[in-house]
Structures are given as structure tokens and as C-alpha cells.
């Protein structure tokens, strides 16, 4: 319950949130347990938690959403493929609202390059924008999401900014604005963080997926009769543990950020076409904080260093 949770510390305050568990002691366990650290998700009536197939719900429910999380799944359990599926992608795209977004995150250090592309090719597939944001800044251990919009649009900086600043005004003690502030910090070490919410939250953009689609033009889709995921990643879960796989962490990562860089220039990026140049140096500078943080990881102190360098640089124009 700890995603669902979290939306409710959002400003301005959701009006509802529903939570889909496909397995009702999983609920049990959770309402018994964890209740105190799911900030009032049992108690608030604004919330519904139902024992269901979240799938299941979306196709057949009528109602409307301007948020659908995708929370993390083990890619390789039984039944997590047709999470990633063409059909289920469409059907979240029907549910949202306008102007809508869905955010399916993807735990890196349990896929490889191969499952991401169909992924990213199958979700591109089903929106007209997706963009990929990152989690953190872990080397070992990233996640990034892959957020559909609704509609094809470019980010307006002039609302996130108001957006960020009520969730300031809102804040209190486990506030997401303040644990995005403080992962920041947390990777930067004793240098310089960015000194604007809106360019701390924008060293987490990666880049626009769609921009660059021809990079999973070679990739299948993942369907409802063609299951890629089901079948592939259980078969590279073995093969990463018998050391003929790479997960999609660190320099395999920083390689794949290389690549969308190329082929979807920050410049020319329609998604970013209103942002100032000076917001996409803060873009930049996540690219430069995520190399230096997985270098490190990797043992490569001396790059990484030279990483930190480039974070502080773009930081400081």
C-alpha cells in the first residue's frame, strides 16, 4: 500500500483513489501490518480497496482517471506479462481522463535491454506521447517510468511550477516533493543541488520515447497471443544468473541513455519545446548524476568523479 498511500499526500488533495490487489490476504496482510506507514490508506474515505484483478477492473469499469500507476512487478512471476500487454495498455489509455497519464515502472535491476525495448515499443504502440522518467538515482538498483499521456502535448513549465509549489506549501514530514528533494541530495553528496523544484524535478526526465521510436522499431509487441514477457523473462532471469545476461543497470543503462540522447536531441524535443535552455541543463545534469552514481557502483571512482564534475557544472550555469 505504500504507492497507494503516497497519493494521498499530494496538493492539490486527490478527490479518490482506488487500489486493485489481486490477492485478498495480501490486503489482510497489508491493513494488519503496514497500516500506520500507508498514510491513512484503510481509514480514508476517499479511497476503495478492492480484492481484484486490476486488468480486469479497467476493461470493464466506466470510470475515468487522471492518474493510473502501474506499481512494480516481478517480470518473470506467472501472469506479470499481461500487465505489459498491448490490449491492457489500450484499455488503461480508455479509462483516463483528458489530459490523463499513466505511469508503469519498470525495476530495471530484473530486465534486460531486450524486455525493455518490447515493453517501450508495446506501450508506444497504444499512446500518442511517452515519456520516461526516473525514480532515483540508484546505480545498482534503478527504476524508470515509462508515462503515457493521453494526449500528445508539451510540458508547461509555468503549471508545474504552480503544481510544485502548492505540493510545497502542502508539505509535511514524508511529502513526495520533499523525498524527491532529498534524493537529489542524496546522489549529489556535498555538491550542489538545483535551486528550483521544477529543475530538481526535471534531473529525473530521461527523455521522449516517442521521439525516439525508431530505436524499438525492431522490437516485437507484447499481446495478448503473443506473449513475449511471459515467456522471455523468466529465460533471462536464468541467463543473468548464469552470467550471459546484463540486466539494464549501470553502463548497459548509461548506453541506452546515450542512445535516446541521439536519437531524441533535448533540442528537438517537442515535448520540451516550451522549457527554457536553462531547465535543460538540469536535464542534463540527471544525466550526468545517474553516470556518476552507476560508475561508482561499478567501482570506477575516477569516472565518476569526472561525472560528479559534469552534474556540477550544468548545475551551476
Known amino acids: 500500500g505504500f504507492t497507494a498511500g503516497a497519493a494521498l499526500l499530494h496538493a492539490p488533495p486527490v478527490e479518490r483513489v482506488l487500489v486493485c490487489e489481486i490477492v485478498p490476504g495480501v490486503i489482510a496482510a497489508a491493513r494488519t501490518h503496514f497500516r500506520p506507514y500507508v498514510h491513512g490508506l484503510f481509514d480514508d474515505p476517499r479511497v476503495r480497496v478492492v480484492a481484484e484483478d486490476g486488468r480486469s477492473r479497467l476493461r470493464w469499469t466506466r470510470e475515468r482517471f487522471d492518474v493510473v500507476v502501474g506499481d512494480l512487478f516481478f517480470p518473470w512471476d506467472a501472469g506479470a506479462g499481461d500487465l505489459y500487454t498491448l490490449e491492457h495498455f489500450r484499455a488503461v489509455r480508455e479509462r483516463l481522463a483528458e489530459g490523463g497519464l499513466f505511469a508503469q515502472w519498470l525495476p530495471l535491476y530484473q530486465i534486460s535491454r531486450r524486455e525493455f525495448d518490447v515493453v517501450a515499443r508495446t506501450l508506444l504502440e497504444a499512446f500518442p506521447l511517452v515519456t520516461l522518467w526516473r525514480g532515483d538515482f540508484f546505480g545498482a538498483e534503478p527504476i524508470l517510468a515509462l508515462v503515457g499521456h493521453r494526449d500528445d502535448g508539451a510540458l508547461d513549465p509555468a503549471a508545474l511550477s504552480a503544481r510544485l509549489r502548492q505540493a510545497g506549501a502542502a508539505e509535511h514530514g514524508d511529502a513526495p516533493l520533499q523525498n524527491l528533494a532529498q534524493g537529489v541530495e542524496k546522489a549529489a553528496g556535498a555538491g550542489r543541488a538545483p535551486a528550483s523544484d521544477t529543475a530538481r524535478l526535471l534531473l529525473y526526465y530521461c527523455g521522449n520515447l516517442t521521439a525516439a521510436r525508431d530505436l524499438f522499431r525492431a522490437a516485437p509487441l507484447n499481446t495478448d497471443d ?3 514477457i511471459e515467456y522471455a523473462t523468466p529465460v ?3 541467463r543473468q544468473h548464469a552470467g550471459k545476461v546484463e540486466w539494464m543497470i549501470g553502463t548497459a543503462l548509461i548506453g541506452f541513455f546515450e542512445d ?5 536531441p533535448l533540442a528537438k524535443d517537442p515535448y520540451l519545446r ?3 535552455p536553462e531547465l535543460h541543463e538540469s536535464v542534463k545534469a540527471g544525466l550526468h548524476l545517474y ?3 552507476a560508475l561508482g557502483a561499478e567501482g570506477d571512482a575516477v569516472r565518476a568523479d569526472v561525472e560528479r564534475g559534469e552534474y556540477q557544472r550544468c548545475v551551476g550555469k
Open 226 to 228: 503473443r506473449p513475449v
Open 236 to 238: 533471462t532471469h536464468r
Open 260 to 264: 535516446l540522447s541521439r536519437a531524441a
Open 291 to 293: 553516470r556518476s552514481e
Open 274 to 276: 516550451n522549457v527554457s
